[in-house]
């Protein structure tokens, strides 16, 4: 069930120009939240921008202090003015919203593969899946090394990573399907993974293709522009394979954001 | 400086003395604040964020005979103070609307307004019949926006003789419920259109549906929308929906749900002073689930303290400028 | 994900490389920014801000016959993301913008626009006359918004047989300066207004003026502006403005000047790819006096990066989904 | 000439609740700056609020840094904004615009009149009178203490201060023409004072009547719905007497704000 209440800013933290890590205060949230689902934030008072704006739960840190965390990138006013957010500050938030990931299917080891920003919304998964005794490993892509935020998060937990960027400032360079297709093509055997991904719409779909192809369950986390995030407005919606009444479409926000490769056409 | 305030000054008034309700026509609402047609789903959603029995009303997503899947996606893009939205009028269908959504609404003591539209006159005709006398629905309000297939894709609220034709021919379909309709703003004149429903048997006007308007990502040298075009909406318009209930309220002599851009009190206090005897609020649903109940407390807040003890008596309450023209001077 | 900057990747390229010089029809501008009717004064006002030669041109506020003092205030309001105005189209006559303001121009390298209006045909001819010839004068704008003395009142431009008739009047009347016709957003289809003013000899469109609005004083029960109503613009309007600019450049062949709420470069490359040849910047002076010469120097920076050699070339580049229809399908 | 710059906030000072005194940096406001003129301020980025906000300029601290100064009172959304920047943040800021006071008449003692925030206007009036050997005093009207704000640059610089409230709070009970009677009326003769006069339309209206009466000159600041400042607009008009073709109006922010009493109608 999500909450809709201001949310005190609890720090505000850059972590370099334009990545910034935001801790609020929502015990409520905090404690409905799990891994993949997200909230609406507003992120400052008044007409502009007019909408709230879809952000993943980082994590909610494990003190029990009630805070809930959101890694963001700057990409556009809203999230530029939300970088001018203080401590103190209040922002409107509503969440938590969407269905979050499933677990992993037994016997399973889960890969998390996640590209730019979509890195945000996997160390609440970690958090998780550490606590299940699961052992995930990341493959995390990225325009250039700037653009590689929240390692050392991983880093601490001993969480294998693999990195590529697009101009090879920092791991391989490429994609990063360059460094999924070794996993999915027998390094250990297919059987033994699954993927959980996130990140632009066009490395869903590569990656989505290159499980399902290999057989090996895989989750999507989509974007989508949010005007609502409660399933009211229907302007969400990502088309899926059509069926005998042509296309049909699903609402990225309250059927998602997570998704099965192959069920939606992201 | 203030004016000093009635209500605090004089002899202290109970929290229950303000009188919200409104009648337009054959329909009472115990506040004047309902919910917009697309901006609230069928009700239901809104329960983690409010008590639907707390709202004068609301108006279910646009129904038609079939059950619709709606635009190809990008369907929606902000725009400043306002957003353009494209959904292509996806919904259940009306037949899932009646055995699925109104059942679940029975008991929550609100008025249930399924909002009606179809392609052709036939479809309107055919899903308000259905509708008739299913209960727990207390009104339908037909969207006059929806192109008319049979004339070439324009939409049926332009042409006051197709207007005037749907609205009787529903009128005479569907007898037993309060008749709603909802007129496009994309007109040279609303009050025409206006006109034209109440010629043909419309019991209540609901004004204004949203605006055309378009947005292009310069990146790609396309529009945004899939559909090139969508229905603009939001804060950006309520000096023009503001205008046109005045109008169509001096114009008319029917009843009027008045919306376009409302997201707080003194919003809707404006659009009724213009004229609207009760208001619709749609988008601020979207950025912010509980402003339509919290309207409704803020209106109550706000009769106390200006001593209004019952608030349709602000309804068409704008003074205007003496000998004031029915068409604006120069501007 | 960026595109790669071809600008930057290819051989380098001067800063002089990008040709922002745009032809309309008779009226050749040195680039496609042009301040619009009665948001830039008679152009001297903004000479502490600016190069008047750095702009592609300049329109001056609307001028009459004789000079006109406009309305009793208020006469502005401010709205979400836009304003309202019930100047009352004050000026100070035709004869003293001959004497007194056009002298001052000439020494600016800048393409200077007249824009007409009155209230009867023979008063747009009358003011036209009287500027056909005047040295340094490039171009005269007809502002068909405003309302129609003969007519009660209504604005010229909402009759496509007004319309014609008008601007065949004036086209005769000023036979050597190239003729804008500025159309009215009030309108259903634009583009019938827009076919009108073609046959009626136009040789430029510009689109768009103000939308009706009002507002209200809730505390006084009154309308903010004294006019009762008034015209908005501003960043409010745009995805309207660019609606229709986007319909007309596919429904009549007459370059235009596009406007409604542009305050950016990015504003005005998406009205010029929608199918401006030039853009118009109106309410954006009043909140950034430095505005139209910031834009023309983003809008070459624009270039530059994305490789467009020729600004030019982006007019129309829209590309519609296939098979669009003229109209949009549900919204 | 007027400048158009963004202008850095120095300082940032709440006096009370709803009162707050900034300090920007803008040598070249602060050097061209005259009693009596205002600057158009953007109260934040973006579109809401659309119109940079008139406020007079409180102040050219004369400590020679190039800082110019404002006091303002929260009464909407634009000033609210406002109070929300802190030092570092950099405001868009358009002046120094309108005509500003002339110089009292040879023998004239200044009597200031001030209502409410119209206070913001005369420190800087009174720093020049006092360079020029002039011995002003201050009538002040508010709705209540706690709207009277200042007082302490005036009781510095020992000009005579006399106060009244609506509530009687502080001062005397009433409106500040009650304040004024005795002064026009003879207390030292009408020859010996000139009026400067800001504060809200309808004291305008009495002061202006009260020194017209007397015959003594009076200077009035209006105030107006600026969207320009630059007199392009012509949105901020005051009518005047109207003559033979009718009402006559003038535009504030350039043929004003000041306006000598009997001229126009605020
Ligand atoms: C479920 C969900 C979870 C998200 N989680 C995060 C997160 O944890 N951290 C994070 O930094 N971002 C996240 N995003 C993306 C974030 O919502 C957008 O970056 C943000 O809305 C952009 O707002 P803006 O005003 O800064 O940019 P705008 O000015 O609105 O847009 C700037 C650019 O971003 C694109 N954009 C805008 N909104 C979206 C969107 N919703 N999805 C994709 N592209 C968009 C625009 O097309 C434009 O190119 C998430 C999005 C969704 C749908
Ligand atoms: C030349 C000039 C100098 C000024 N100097 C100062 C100053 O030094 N300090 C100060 O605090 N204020 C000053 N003002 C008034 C100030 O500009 C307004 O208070 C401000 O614009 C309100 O903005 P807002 O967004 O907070 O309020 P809004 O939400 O815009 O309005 C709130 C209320 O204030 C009224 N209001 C809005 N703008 C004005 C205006 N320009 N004049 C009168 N009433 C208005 C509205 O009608 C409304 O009732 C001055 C105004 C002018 C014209
Ligand atoms: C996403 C969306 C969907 C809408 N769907 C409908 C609809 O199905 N039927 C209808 O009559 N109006 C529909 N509307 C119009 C609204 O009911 C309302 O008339 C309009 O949005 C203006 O009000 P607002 O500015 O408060 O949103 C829709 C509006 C939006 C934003
Ligand atoms: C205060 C004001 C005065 C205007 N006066 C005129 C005018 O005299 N003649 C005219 O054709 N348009 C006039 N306009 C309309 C503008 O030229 C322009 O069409 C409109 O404002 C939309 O553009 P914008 O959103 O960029 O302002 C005026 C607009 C404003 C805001
Ligand atoms: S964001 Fe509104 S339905 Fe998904
Ligand atoms: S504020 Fe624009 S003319 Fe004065």
Redesign the interface.
Known sequence: ????FPAPVVRHQAINRDHFLLTLESPRVARAARPGQFVML?TRPG??????RPMSIYRVPPSGRGQVQILYKVVGSGTRYLSGQAAGARL?M?GPLGNGFRPPRPGRRPVLVAGGIGIAIFPFLVDRLLRRGSRPILLYGARCRGDLVALSYFQARRVPVRLVTEDGSAGARGLVTRLLEPILGGEGGEERCELFVCGPSPMLRAVGALAVEAGVPCQLALE??M??G??????????CPADA?????RRVCTEGPIFEAGTVEP | ?K?PRRGAQGAPRGAGAVDLSVTLGPLRLKNPVVAAS????YGT??L??LRLSDLGGFVT?GLSLKPR??????????????????????NVGVEAFLDEKLPALRRHDTVVIANVFGETQDEYVAVARRLNGAPGLHAIELNL???NTDK???AFG?SPPVVRQVVAAVRRAAPGLPLIVKLTP???DIAVAARAAREGGADILSLVN???????D??????VL???????S???????A??MV?RVYREVDLPIMGMG?I?TA?DA??FM??GSAAVQVG?V??????ASVRIVREIAAWCRKEGVRAVRE?IG?????PG??P?????
């Open positions: 069930m999500p909450f809709d507003r007409h502009d921008p007019l909408l709230r409107d509503l989508s522009q005007p609502c409660i399933g009211v407005c229907l302007g969400c919606v990502v088309p009444d042509g296309p049909l479409y | 400086m004016t697309g901006t609230f789903g959603e809104f983690p964020y997503k899947r709606g635009n190809a996606p990008p369907r929606t893009c902000e725009t400043p103070a306002g957003m353009l939205n494209a959904i292509g009028l996806a926006s929806c192109p070439g894709g324009i332009v994309n007109i040279t949203t605006f055309l308007g378009m947005a292009v310069l990146k790609a040298r396309r529009p899939d559909n090139l075009a969508g229905g603009l939001g804060p950006a318009i309520k000096p023009l503001l205008y005045q851009g997201s003194q206090l404006e002073v213009a988008t649903n979207f950025f912010d689930p509980k602000i309450a704008l003074r205007l400028p004031a023209p068409a604006p001077r120069a501007v």
